[in-house]
């Protein structure tokens, strides 16, 4: 059974950084499409940021973080993405949801995480 699991969530201050990280387990298949999104109260889920690999490389930004987030994976662990965001913004306080799938895509895919708390507060 595929399984996300994200972590690096908590409490920051305005302008601080974080780090969200997603590992995959459960599953020999490639993910070659490992994004984040986020849901704040009362509002829909929408993409932060999405990285696309295999034949090509892609890597796609939510306006909102344009500039301040960036979107890798672990060098030594294939199945694993980082999210790092800057600057951060009361704004950027949401439920972070890691996804994941095979095709190489920017949409969102089958496999979704239980999400991890980021509140962005003085």
């Known amino acids: 059974q595929v399984q996300l699991v994200e972590s690096g969530g908590g409490l920051v201050q305005p302008g601080g950084s974080l780090i969200l990280s997603c590992t995959i387990s459960g599953t020999m298949v490639d993910m070659n499409a490992m994004s984040w999104y986020r849901q704040a109260p009362g509002k829909q889920r929408i993409l932060v940021a999405a990285l696309v690999t295999g034949h090509q490389s892609i890597r796609k930004f939510a306006e909102a973080v344009q500039g301040r987030a960036t979107i890798a994976r672990d060098n030594a662990k294939k199945n694993t993405v980082h999210l790092q965001m800057n600057r951060l913004k009361v704004e950027d306080t949401a439920v972070y949801y890691c996804?994941?799938?095979?095709?190489?895509?920017?949409?969102?895919?089958?496999?979704w995480g239980r999400g991890t708390q980021v509140t962005v507060s003085a």
């Open positions: 996804n994941a799938g095979p095709d190489s895509v920017t949409s969102p895919q089958d496999y």
